[in-house]
């Protein structure tokens, strides 16, 4: 089983570090693997067709956020980094902190299918032979947002990138265990935005997606 991973320290919350501006997360558009429900970590695919429309029309999504002078960043995921311009963003750096969870042996293979030999898994609750560790992924998560907080006393941030990494994110700005991940959604195409409410971290929207 995957440890349950501790809490942010108070003092040490990206979220009570950061400034008035917002942290937007955006997860890419659908490509063959996710619509087939195979868990791509770090296996480089397109975006469908569909995907690619997801992204375009994230264009006016992102417009009514009216984003100030966003800082954007990417995993360097072709499918993360092409949903960030077909949205109209001006990706400035890509990141590995933004992968996506490294799933091992398991990689391409559906929940259905990892089941039939590991009952009861999920990557919240169990390892991944050969992959990433809850612990890895959360420093990943945490570096990202601390960083991320460091720019929000005068621009908003945009984080571009996958699943299971953009509901640890929320997860964590929230001051949540990894595992919590598990009862957050973002759906391809999905954006969420980070924020505060009377100086508590907040998720102030949740897999906002267009129609």
Not at 16 to 33: A, D, K, M
Not at 35 to 59: C, F, K, M, N, V
Not at 129 to 143: C, F, M
Not at 146 to 168: E, I, K, N, W
Request: charged share 20%; hydrophobic share 40%; proline share 6%.
């Amino acid at each position: 089983m995957v440890p349950m991973t501790s809490h942010f320290p108070p003092s040490e919350s990206p979220a009570e570090q950061s400034g008035p501006h917002r942290i937007v997360l955006l997860r890419h558009g659908q490509t063959e693997w996710s619509e087939s429900g195979q868990h791509t970590g770090l296996t480089d695919l397109p975006l469908t067709a569909t995907g690619r429309e997801q992204a375009i029309g994230l264009a006016r999504l992102i417009a009514r956020l009216e984003l100030v002078e966003p800082l954007v960043l990417s995993s360097p995921r072709r499918r993360a980094v092409d949903t960030a311009k077909l949205a109209g963003l001006a990706v400035e750096e890509t990141t590995e902190d933004l992968s996506e969870w490294n799933y091992g042996d398991y990689e391409g293979l559906t929940t259905e299918q990892i089941r039939e030999h590991t009952p009861g898994w999920t990557v919240w609750t169990h390892a991944c032979p050969a992959g990433e560790t809850a612990e890895s992924v959360q420093h990943r998560a945490d570096a990202i947002l601390t960083r991320a907080a460091t720019q929000t006393a005068h621009r908003d941030v945009v984080l571009v990138g996958h699943g299971h990494f953009s509901r640890t994110l929320l997860a964590r700005w929230v001051r949540l265990a990894v595992a919590n991940g598990i009862h957050f959604r973002m759906s391809p195409g999905g954006v969420a935005v980070l924020g505060h409410d009377h100086g508590q971290p907040q998720i102030a929207a949740m897999n906002l997606t267009v129609d």
